[in-house]
């Protein structure tokens, strides 16, 4: 037992920030366990509970000689525990989207001859031609020149709840009109 072990969150605070390492491995023991428990409890897996534990102690190293002294270091340490968890699983889901992105983008993509090329045009062309004016002016405003739903909804004088159906509307046609020509 260190004669630090007794102090208060706010005096081991003040101590890390003049780079005190003891004070900062009895913050650390203090609570890296619940640190760890909320990190897994939004993770549900060990591994990243450990790596969110280890961020937030290198981040508070780091940071420590701009950090105010929190009112409670237990809910500050939680609060970037969970931040560091939602950064986390926002990397996750958009590497895990560009993965499935890619998966489809190798499946479509496969040789074709220039006939095959020119005959799938064809077909789109088609289905497109199918679609209502309005619809396939926000479907092409969305797919072909990556509007988004806002600018969209503002240039056609429209809501963008109205801009989403039509590209439902769009997709809908085209799923259609595809499956019967290509089947």
């Known amino acids: 037992m260190h004669v ?12 890390l920030q003049d780079d005190d390492e003891i004070a900062f491995s009895i ?49 500050y340490l939680i609060q970037v525990a969970r931040n560091k968890c939602v950064d986390l699983i926002r990397k996750k889901t958009s590497t895990r989207g560009k993965k499935q992105q890619y998966v489809w983008l190798v499946d479509t993509f496969t040789t074709t001859s ?38 969209i909804a503002d240039q056609m004088d429209i809501n963008v709840q109205s801009v989403k159906n039509h590209i439902h509307r769009a997709l809908k046609v085209l799923r259609e009109n595809l499956k019967h020509n290509l089947s």
């Open 4 to 15: 630090l072990d007794g102090y208060s969150d706010e005096q081991l605070f003040a101590l």
């Open 27 to 75: 913050i650390f023991s203090r609570y890296s366990r619940r640190l760890y428990v909320e990190a897994f409890s939004k993770l549900q897996d060990e591994d990243e509970g450990n790596d969110i534990v280890q961020e937030v102690f290198c981040w508070l190293w780091d940071k420590r000689r701009v950090l105010s002294t929190p009112k409670c270091l237990k809910a």
């Open 114 to 151: 220039p006939i095959e090329t020119k005959e799938l045009g064809r077909q789109l062309a088609i289905a497109i031609d199918n679609i209502t004016p309005a619809s396939r002016q926000a479907f092409e405003q969305s797919y072909l020149h990556k509007k988004s739903l806002k600018e």
